[in-house]
């Protein structure tokens, strides 16, 4: 398993937003939906590529783009941020796949620890 997956018990919560502008490579963060949970890292912040990981899987973690969030069925994207009510986007294989999540429902986030 990759080692920034032991990391997923020190998140904190960081209210309604999520600001994807100040994102680091190596911050994580976590996104729950109504239905799943999912833990980023980020690898390239100005493009939004992260590795994303699903709770209740064992599968090892994949390589994303962060579109945004959406709003209901709205195809409005906000591209510099998350929040609760809207849903996360994100594609995957070089953009061939879009994925939409269920609503967010809880945004968290650990910043890594820069020297």
């Known amino acids: 398993m990759e080692s920034w ?3 997923l018990t020190c998140f904190q919560t960081v209210g309604e937003r999520l600001s994807l502008t100040n994102l680091l490579t190596g911050d994580l963060f ?3 939906t109504a239905r799943s949970t999912y833990f980023f890292r980020i690898t390239e912040p100005r493009q939004r590529l992260a590795e994303m990981w699903k709770q209740g899987t064992n599968a090892a973690p994949i390589p994303v783009q962060i579109m945004g ?4 069925l709205s195809s409005t994207i906000d591209p510099r941020s998350l929040f609760c009510g809207g849903s996360l986007e994100y594609t995957t294989e070089s953009g061939a796949r879009t994925h939409t999540s269920s609503a967010i429902k809880e945004l968290a986030s650990h910043r890594k620890a820069r020297a």
């Open 30 to 32: 976590k996104v729950s």
């Open 5 to 7: 997956l032991s990391n």
């Open 69 to 72: 969030c959406t709003l209901g």
